[in-house]
């Protein structure tokens, strides 16, 4: 799993920025990991240890409400984000063999991201698309009717 983070000036200044802007706000800390995880794409410990330090309360406390919700990602995500569903319909079709695939091809399992950064494997339930099970997204786009033998010619089309 990569953890790495280099900040740069600009997304330092930016974070500081917005972290003045909700000084006074009441409840700020929600607003200030949205804003922090627009800024990075991510919330790496150093960013939450940021805004727990400027806000003046337990780094316990920020780390608890970017785990609680499911919008914050604690781990940078690729530039593509693959979703294999996994809702019965498309289990039943052999989703399942097509993520392995994908964990084949691009070296990771479901949750992680490729070294590159450009992949990020993930499995999902249903996402309403059952009459063209099986199916996974790519960075919201819906590709149904899938087989083991499409995964290579996807992964080409989103590697560049």
Same mark, same amino acid.
């Given at each position: 799993?990569?953890?790495?983070? %280099?900040? /740069?000036?600009?997304?330092?200044?930016?974070?500081?920025?917005?972290?003045?802007?909700?000084?006074?706000?009441?409840?700020?800390?929600?607003?200030?990991?949205?804003?922090? =995880?627009?800024?990075?794409?991510?919330?790496?410990?150093?960013? =939450? *240890?940021?805004?727990?330090?400027?806000?003046?309360?337990?780094?316990?406390?920020?780390? !608890?409400?970017?785990?609680? +919700?499911?919008?914050? *990602?604690?781990?940078?995500?690729?530039? *593509?984000?693959?979703?294999?569903?996994?809702?019965?319909?498309? +289990?039943?079709?052999?989703?399942?063999?097509?993520?392995?695939?994908?964990?084949?091809?691009?070296?990771?399992?479901?949750?992680?991201?490729?070294?590159?950064?450009?992949?990020?494997?993930?499995?999902?339930?249903?996402? !309403?698309?059952?009459?063209?099970?099986?199916?996974? /997204?790519? *960075? !919201?786009?819906?590709?149904?009717?899938?087989?083991? %033998?499409?995964?290579?010619?996807?992964?080409?089309?989103? /590697?560049?």
């Amino acid at each position: 799993m990569i953890n790495s983070f %280099d900040d /740069t000036p600009q997304q330092a200044a930016e974070l500081k920025a917005a972290l003045s802007e909700l000084k006074n706000v009441p409840g700020p800390l929600m607003k200030a990991l949205q804003k922090a =995880q627009e800024i990075y794409g991510w919330l790496p410990a150093q960013v =939450q *240890n940021t805004i727990a330090d400027f806000f003046g309360v337990p780094l316990a406390e920020i780390y !608890g409400i970017a785990t609680f +919700y499911s919008q914050f *990602n604690l781990n940078p995500s690729g530039k *593509n984000k693959i979703g294999v569903c996994l809702g019965t319909a498309c +289990y039943v079709k052999g989703s399942g063999d097509i993520l392995a695939a994908l964990e084949q091809k691009l070296k990771i399992s479901a949750g992680s991201t490729t070294e590159d950064r450009n992949f990020t494997l993930e499995a999902t339930r249903c996402i !309403g698309c059952c009459g063209l099970a099986p199916v996974l /997204t790519v *960075n !919201g786009e819906v590709y149904g009717k899938l087989t083991v %033998d499409d995964v290579d010619k996807l992964l080409s089309k989103y /590697t560049a």
